[in-house]
Nanobody, 123 residues
């Protein structure tokens, strides 16, 4: 098990940017494949982005391709989600997740989750 702590959410205007952080205070986050998911009210949890264990391969959901970037700082032990050109439909609670092994784009394949951080994009 790995504890994950997200931060960086907030309110931003459409077209703006935010950077979310996912920290693992007690484990080396580089030992895990890490993913970002989001969930809007009344909707299912949706895949946003993921990074392979070695940090060399990134995956993105179609709605965010070209706008979001996932990266990892191995010294700070943090995974980031840089979100640019935000749209109102990006409004959701964003969750960081981690799993041993390969990246998966399905939420129930992850057994370690953070508490979530709210992102609200106004039009």
């Amino acid at each position: 098990q790995v504890q994950l702590v997200e931060s960086g959410g907030g309110l931003v205007q459409a077209g703006g940017s935010l950077r979310l952080s996912c920290a693992a205070p007690e484990r080396t986050i580089g030992m895990y494949a890490t993913g970002w998911f989001r969930q809007a009210p009344g909707k299912e949890r949706e895949f946003v982005a993921a990074l392979s264990v070695n940090g060399l391969k990134a995956y993105y959901g179609d709605p965010v391709k070209g706008r979001f970037n996932i990266s990892r700082d191995n010294v700070k032990n943090i995974v980031y989600l840089e979100m640019n050109n935000l749209h109102p439909e990006d409004t959701a609670v964003y969750y960081c997740a981690a799993r041993a092994g390969l990246v998966r784009q399905v939420p129930n394949m992850y057994d370690n989750w953070g508490q979530g951080t709210q992102v609200t994009v106004s039009s």
